[in-house]
């Protein structure tokens, strides 16, 4: 694959979330905010099935991860106790970058879908580098 190439979503990796009492605001649903932490507990435990812990990443090959861009739809709430289903689908490799079609599920149903695109940096200096190689061929794997 090229820099850059696009795919449907991949394979689907699952992860469950119960809804606590803390991830609600006032009105008893899940604070809008909250779905993107579930999110990156998703792709990290992804992440993580595939054989890959982040401090490791970082220890040893100097790279870390960061959140460059989200775009996300609410479509119903989410309440107190709830049992989740968050779903991670990886969709486009780039040379620094990975995007991911995120879903937030009740029982089959969808309650919000995000596009989070995050980025490869160094560790140290924090700039942009290029996904480290083995990642890059095992991740490409995913689409």
Wanted: hydrophobic content about 40%.
């Amino acid at each position: 694959m090229t820099e850059g190439n696009v795919a449907s979503p991949g394979r689907v990796f699952q992860w469950p979330v119960r809804v606590y009492y803390e991830d609600t605001d006032a009105g008893g649903v899940v604070y809008y905010a909250n779905y993107l932490k579930f999110m990156e507990r998703a792709r990290t435990e992804w992440l993580r099935a595939l054989g890959f812990d982040q401090d490791v990443l970082r220890r040893e090959w100097g790279v870390i991860f960061v959140v460059r861009s989200v775009e996300i739809e609410y479509l119903r709430p989410a309440r107190f106790n709830d049992a989740l289903q968050v779903s991670v689908s990886l969709v486009e490799m780039r040379r620094a970058s990975i995007a991911f079609l995120q879903q937030v599920c009740r029982d089959g149903t969808l309650l919000c879908e995000g596009r989070i695109r995050v980025a490869c940096i160094g560790g140290e200096d924090f700039c942009p580098c290029q996904v480290p190689d083995f990642l890059s061929r095992r991740l490409r794997d995913e689409l």
